[in-house]
Structures are given as C-alpha cells and as structure tokens.
C-alpha cells in the first residue's frame, strides 16, 4: 500500500494537537507515515508516540539548527522522505504558517499539485478528493489533484476519529547540508501556552467580542463567558484594530476562519468581513443593541440588547446548569 | 537596489463575491474589482525602504485580465518607479503552481534584490504564491512580517507565528511577504495620480517571458476544481428584545439545542 506521508510538526519534542487529526486524514488515502524534523539528541520519543497515533513508519530528519532556520529544513526532509518512501500518494500538513508553507514549497520541488487548507479528504478511484471552502464558507469546493502528488494542507476540526496504532518503524533520513538559501530566527517571542483555552481553528465553542465592548477592560467579560462554556476566543477586526485584544483572536476574511458548532458574537455588528470567517459555523447566537445589525441576518438566535447585562445574566444562567450537575453534552 | 512589488487585483470583500460554478471561477463581475488591501501594505513598505536609502526603485508586478492594470496604477500613484502587467488570456483559471511559475519568469533575470508581496490574497487565500516563488527564484524566504527593515545586504523583520512572533533575518536576495499589521498604506497624492500616467508600464504575454502557453490557465492546472456548490444562505432565526430576561433565554435556547 502506498505512504501517505504526514508533517509531525512538534515543539522540543511535544507533538502539537493536529498530529493525531493529520493521521487519522491520512489512514483514509493510504498507509499512514510521519515525517519528523528535530534538532540533534531531542525528541526521542516521538516516532514511539506516532505510532500510537497511527504512523506505520516514521522518517526522522535530524537537522542542526532545524528550530534556527525557517521552513527549508522542513522541505528538504520532506522531500528526502518522498523521495525513501517511493510509493507515496499524498504528503499531509497542518494549517500552521510554517506548514503552509513547506507544503507550497515542496509542491514546487516535487512538480505536484498544492491543495490548501482543505475540510474533508477522501479516496477516489482516481485520485483524492479534497473539499475546500472558498470566500468564508459562501461555497464549496471540490478539487483533485491534476498531476503528480497532491500536497494538502487539512484545516483543524475537519477529520473525526483516530487511526488506529501502528509499531513504527523508524527511518533516519539524511536531507543533507541546507543548500537552500534561508532566513535565520534571531528571537522568539511567543506567548508560553499558558491559556487552557482551546485553539480558537480548533474549539467547538467560540465566543469573540467586537467593538460593541467599547474597552479592552470590558473584553474580559468576553473571555468569562469563553470560559464558563470552555471556548476559545475570538474578535472582530474592529475590536482588534480598537486594540481591545491580541490581533491573533481575530476571525473573519483577514483572520482565522472557524466553522464551530456553536458561534456568539458579543458587539458585533456582523460587517461581511467578519461574516466571512464564521458563517460556517453551526449555530449563531448573536447579542448586539442595534437591531440593525446585520450579524442578525445570519443569527440563529439573536437578543438586542446591552452586552453588559445581557452577558452577565447569560453567563450566570451557564453557571447555574453546570453546577446543577447536568451532563455534559 | 531594486525592489520588485506583486499586487493583485481582487473582488472587493465589501461587495457580494460570488463563484460562477458552471466556470469553476471567482464571478468576477460580482463585486469591484479592487486592489487587493494588503497588497497596498507590500507598496508601502517598498515606498519606506526607498525613502530610507539611495538608489533604490520600485518596480509593481501583476498577472491578470487588461483591467488588472487598475492595481498597477494604484502602485505608480502610491510611489512605484515602474510597473510589468503580464497579460495573457490563457492565463485565466491559474492555480499558485501555475501563477508563482509565471512569477518567476518575468522576475528573474532582472536583478531583484528583494520582492515584496501580501503575505495572502483575499480571494484565493493559498498564501502560497510568495513561499513557492522563493523556490523557484532560489531566495531566501522570509514571510508573514509585520516589519521589513534592510540593512547591509539583509532584509529582517518580525515574522508573526500561531502564538506571537519571532524575530528573523535573511540575506538578500529574499522573497518577503508583509501581514496587515504592517505599516498603513499612503494615500495617493493628487500629484502621484498624474505622475504615474508618464511612469514606464510594460505589458508582457506568455511567449514574451518564453513560456509556453500549452500549461498555462484552468483547463491546465496542477490542482483541478471538479465541482463549486453555493451554501444556502443562512436566514435570520429568532430575534428577541432584552425584556430583562434575554441572557437566562439565550441559556435556555443553548440548552434546548444541546451546546450547553
């Protein structure tokens, strides 16, 4: 059976949460592998951990300066672990920048079709299959893979299950001194994962804040109902650009795009830029004081009213059910 | 030093934009076509670096249908030097394998020593195009900045990740790709919308850059679209008036839909 090879990505060794997703995606087009790119003397249990996961084999790129240098040590080992593999029919990646990226870049070196940040994946006779969304969710796309390998990226939340485990077999590739020409990470600046909060791509619940908050103090009433209903949170580009919070909680056409099964704008008034990036989403409950909002036009269930009461009610409504001890689900 | 630009010409995301499924295509009817905002984020920090050195021209690159030459103006007004609209009907329907290798033919073997694009479009949205032509033109890749700083021989800046950013370097040359959290674009000046009716715009074809045109458009690209279906749009649900009872109400609706 052919090798659907799948970019572990990790940090220091701790596979980041779409490992599993990638591998269960990729145990529908083949045999699943991983392909693991590591500083010298680190990571020594992760082709154990990914065959856990479902990797039947595991190539290991071991790279002096793999976290220094940005992005080609991924390509080449990729590249190398296509080239090992030989009967390879679809390369995985996440939806990271760093992912995206290999993957464009590999799709030029292998001569291969680039399909990106793909929502459902599946075998056919000729080919994969892969479905897109296209303008915030407005339409579905179905595309293939016209010639060579198909390189996909698999947006987060879109490929239940797991693959089942498989005895990993290791295979230490060699990609050979970065001839390619590279930019160098000179400092690192990012936030420890601190927040036990789900990855806004990835979270069942999102609840964002526009400007309707009027304050980056008030957004905090934002993150207290995120948190009585564990979900991530998210923003209008309004209340980013306001500086009410961190531009990575932004969802709409210049964020992240998430299709939750549950969606509360708080203050949003629902400008076709954030519609954008959340109209896929199951449910839409939205609370704004203009009735004229257009977020209402695509609300489930609307209330207008002020989020400063309206909220605080809500989440102590929320509360109250948890306490009562009413299953979850 | 020479800067070469790539904008885009895109749907307005203001407007309705559609997808024409018997084409398979972006309707590019639907709404204005416009250039792409972030792509007035790429001009500008190219304008900046003029600015700071000497010696240094800007050069604006498009691919698209004759009306892409809109966005080109759009960069000439802003401060762009030149301008290069590679315009070939066979190109409709590119994918980013398609487009960057187009790219690529009409960049290279002009001694660029930096490129400057949007980190993504807003219509396609791959963000791939800026990654792949760093590998077909051999530079190094530094994207996703929102700061672009040349100094010396190298372009650096802070590249934005999932949870914060880093700081990175790169020698030149170097495919650079900007976020909308890069410096906000200028307005063109009444003075620069009539000095770049006289600035140099060169218009190319497929055979011109020495490609053939047998590969190019979306009857050839390396990723096939086989089916386009619009979502139903959604209609509006239930709306309520804050009455003093709306959050315990939103509470229970939540809980009759089973999401709490």
């Given at each position: 059976m052919s090798q659907v090879l799948v970019l572990a990505e990790h940090v220091q060794g701790e596979l980041k949460n779409n490992v599993a997703e990638l591998l269960a995606a990729a145990a529908r087009l083949g045999e699943p592998a991983a392909v693991v790119v590591r500083q010298p003397g680190t990571g020594a249990q992760l082709t154990a951990r990914l065959?856990?996961?479902?990797?039947?084999?595991?190539?290991?790129?071991?790279?002096?300066?793999?976290?220094?240098?940005?992005?080609?040590?991924?390509?080449?080992?990729?590249?190398?672990?296509?080239?090992?593999?030989?009967?390879?029919?679809?390369?995985?990646?996440?939806?990271?920048?760093?992912?995206?990226?290999?993957?464009?870049?590999?799709?030029?070196?292998?001569?291969?079709?680039?399909?990106?940040?793909?929502?459902?994946?599946?075998?056919?006779?000729?080919?994969?299959r892969a479905t897109q969304q296209a303008f915030g969710g407005a339409y579905t796309v179905t595309a293939t893979a016209a010639r060579g390998i198909p390189v996909i990226s698999l947006r987060p939340n879109s490929v239940p299950g797991t693959a089942p485990a498989a005895q990993a077999q290791e295979i230490r590739l060699a990609p050979g001194p970065n001839m390619a020409a590279a930019a160098r990470i000179t400092a690192r600046h990012e936030g420890q994962a601190v927040s036990t909060r789900p990855e806004l791509t990835a979270a069942d619940i999102v609840v964002s804040g526009g400007r309707g908050l009027g304050s980056a103090e008030n957004f905090v009433l934002v993150e207290q109902l995120a948190d009585a209903l564990g979900a991530a949170v998210g923003a209008s580009r309004a209340a980013v650009d306001a500086g009410y919070c961190a531009h990575t909680m932004q969802v709409g056409q210049t964020g992240t795009t998430v299709s939750p099964n549950l969606y509360l704008a708080l203050g949003i008034s629902g400008a076709i830029q954030h519609r954008a990036g959340m109209q896929s989403a199951k449910t839409i409950v939205a609370i704004n004081k203009d009735p004229g909002a257009?977020?209402?036009?695509?609300?489930?269930?609307?209330?207008?009213?002020?989020?400063?009461?309206?909220?605080?009610?809500?989440?102590?409504?929320?509360?109250?059910?948890?306490a009562v001890g009413s299953p979850a689900g | 030093m020479k800067i070469a630009v790539l904008v885009k010409?895109?749907?307005?995301?203001y407007g309705d934009r559609r997808m024409d499924p018997a084409t398979r295509t972006v309707d590019r009817g639907s709404a204005d076509p416009v250039i792409d905002e972030?792509?007035?984020?790429?001009?500008?920090?190219?304008?900046?670096?003029?600015?700071?050195?000497?010696?240094?021209?800007?050069?604006?690159?498009?691919?698209?249908?004759?009306?892409?030459?809109?966005?080109?103006?759009?960069?000439?007004?802003?401060?762009?030097?030149?301008?290069?609209?590679?315009?070939?009907?066979?190109?409709?329907?590119?994918?980013?394998?398609?487009?960057?290798?187009?790219?690529?033919?009409?960049?290279?073997?002009?001694?660029?020593?930096?490129?400057?694009?949007?980190?993504?479009?807003?219509?396609?949205?791959?963000?791939?195009?800026?990654?792949?032509?760093?590998?077909?033109?051999?530079?190094?890749?530094?994207?996703?900045?929102r700061t672009?700083?040349?100094?010396?021989?190298?372009?650096?800046?802070?590249?934005?990740?999932?949870?914060?950013?880093?700081?990175?370097?790169?020698?030149?040359?170097?495919?650079?790709?900007?976020?909308?959290?890069?410096?906000?674009?200028?307005?063109?000046?009444?003075?620069?919308?009539?000095?770049?009716?006289?600035?140099?715009?060169?218009?190319?074809?497929?055979?011109?850059?020495?490609?053939?045109?047998?590969?190019?458009?979306?009857?050839?690209?390396?990723?096939?679209?086989?089916?386009?279906?619009a979502r139903p749009a959604r209609t509006a649900g239930t709306v309520v008036t804050d009455d003093g009872t709306a959050g315990t109400q939103v509470a229970e609706y939540l809980a009759a839909a089973k999401l709490i």
């Open positions: 065959g856990e996961l479902g990797a039947a084999a595991v190539y290991v790129a071991d790279v002096e300066e793999a976290d220094a240098l940005l992005v080609t040590p991924q390509v080449a080992a990729l590249a190398a672990a296509v080239a090992a593999a030989g009967d390879v029919s679809a390369v995985l990646v996440g939806t990271s920048i760093d992912s995206r990226e290999a993957a464009a870049r590999l799709a030029v070196r292998l001569g291969a079709a680039f399909l990106s940040d793909v929502v459902d994946l599946a075998a056919a006779p000729d080919g994969v257009p977020i209402f036009e695509i609300a489930d269930f609307g209330v207008v009213g002020d989020v400063f009461t309206v909220v605080p009610q809500l989440i102590e409504a929320v509360n109250a059910r948890q | 010409q895109v749907p307005d995301t972030i792509n007035e984020r790429a001009v500008e920090a190219a304008l900046q670096i003029k600015e700071a050195g000497d010696g240094v021209t800007v050069t604006a690159v498009t691919m698209g249908p004759v009306r892409a030459v809109e966005a080109l103006r759009k960069a000439l007004a802003m401060g762009a030097d030149s301008a290069v609209h590679i315009c070939d009907d066979t190109l409709a329907g590119s994918d980013a394998m398609q487009t960057s290798e187009v790219l690529a033919a009409a960049l290279a073997g002009r001694d660029f020593d930096l490129v400057i694009a949007g980190n993504e479009s807003t219509d396609g949205r791959t963000a791939a195009v800026p990654a792949m032509l760093a590998e077909r033109l051999g530079m190094a890749q530094l994207t996703f900045l672009v700083t040349v100094s010396g021989g190298s372009v650096s800046g802070e590249r934005m990740t999932g949870n914060g950013y880093v700081e990175a370097q790169a020698p030149l040359p170097a495919v650079v790709s900007v976020t909308e959290q890069s410096a906000e674009p200028r307005f063109p000046k009444f003075r620069g919308i009539m000095a770049a009716k006289k600035k140099p715009l060169q218009t190319l074809t497929l055979a011109e850059l020495g490609l053939p045109g047998g590969e190019a458009g979306g009857e050839n690209s390396w990723s096939r679209v086989l089916d386009v279906t």
